[in-house]
């Protein structure tokens, strides 16, 4: 009987031993950091990217669309604490943010108030009524529970359509009265002033988000999401906890809703329709659900393709092609589907999964 020598395995060199991996890990918590401080000065470039946007960086056109980036990657953020972080899958989170943008726009076109006054009252109102609508249909469970979410949002649509009291527009929608406005805050010159208001609530969102999921009840939360019935053996009320998140989620929905009306001017009734509750669904699984970034991430550029693909599929380029491939082109949701399918295939888990999933091919190259 012969005797097998086994070779132990290399030893694993500690990261702190790492000069380079200890300086990455050392600087990591400081590149949130880093990347809010570019983005606030990224007015005062000059960059032009031909293709990429239609003028310079600090052009107004440019940045109003990365004003709406911002507001539909936190709004994006918000609805991730319900879907990826609870696993509740609503279909009427659209309502809050509705709320939000028609809100604001009533208090200040039809009652004359000042755009604090409103922004605060339109906050509380959308976050109570996310607790009202939360308080029942948090009584159903699974897809029970998304079509009675679904419902609350299409009777609210409806209210908009039909220019409920007099006070929505209609169709037609309601623009928003800039005479009640502060004067930084209205004009194309100020345009800056409205991304700098875009970011700083998607900082808002984030570090909400990040708060909640690191204390002991996101743990609670996450511990919904994998297995509902071990929280209630455990002695937690479940449906309390997920009220909290429902009613959060709504008001940082409506708070979004409050910015996105000062940078379009307007209210539409778009914004009310269950589509959009599906497009932050895409966002969040576009970009990774339950994930710190990857959210943001995913509201950012499904936004930004919507805007975009539709100069593209306009443009003389696609025009010029034969007619199976210049007509599905000139459709910007055939494109935005076909990227959603793609990436959800390539990176089940999103944007976020991008760097594991990159890291060991290119380590197998070198």
Sequence with gaps: MTNSVVDAPPAQVP???????SRWHGLRPYLPLVALVVAAILPYSTLNL????????????????????????????????????????????????????????????????????????????????????????????GIAFAMVTLAFAQVGAILVARDFGGLTGGEEGLPLDVSGLPAALVGV???????????????????????????PTGRVLAGLRDDERRIGVLGLDPYRFKLVAFTLAGGLASAGGVVYVLIVG????????????????????????????????????????????????????????????????????????????????FFPGGLASLRSRVTPLLKALH
């Design 189 to 215: 010159t100020n345009t800056v002033n409205l991304y700098w208001l875009a970011l700083a609530y998607l900082a808002m969102v984030v570090l909400v988000v990040h708060r909640v999921s690191a204390s």
């Design 15 to 21: 990261d702190e031993l790492t000069p380079g991996r």
């Design 50 to 141: 031909p293709g990429v946007f239609e003028g310079p960086l600090n052009s107004p056109g440019t940045l109003q669309l990365l004003a709406i980036c911002l507001v539909f990657g936190g709004l994006a953020a918000g609805y991730d604490l319900l879907f990826g972080r609870t696993g509740m899958l609503s279909f009427g989170h659209a309502l809050y943010f509705a709320a939000g943008v028609y809100g604001t726009d009533i208090l200040v076109t039809k009652a004359g108030l000042p755009l604090w006054q409103a922004a605060v009252l339109t906050v509380i109102g959308g976050t109570t009524l996310a607790a009202l609508l939360g308080a029942v249909a948090l009584r159903t469970v």
């Design 266 to 345: 307007g209210a539409s009734p778009h914004i009310t329709s269950s589509e959009l509750t599906l497009s932050l669904l895409v966002m969040v699984v576009l970009g990774g659900p339950g994930t710190r970034w990857g959210p943001v991430l995913g509201g950012v550029l499904y936004m930004y393709l919507d805007h975009r693909l539709t100069a593209f599929g306009s443009s003389d380029a696609v025009n010029s092609l034969p007619a199976f491939l210049s007509h599905p082109l000139s459709q910007p949701l055939f494109v935005l589907g076909t990227v959603f399918i793609l990436a959800v295939y």
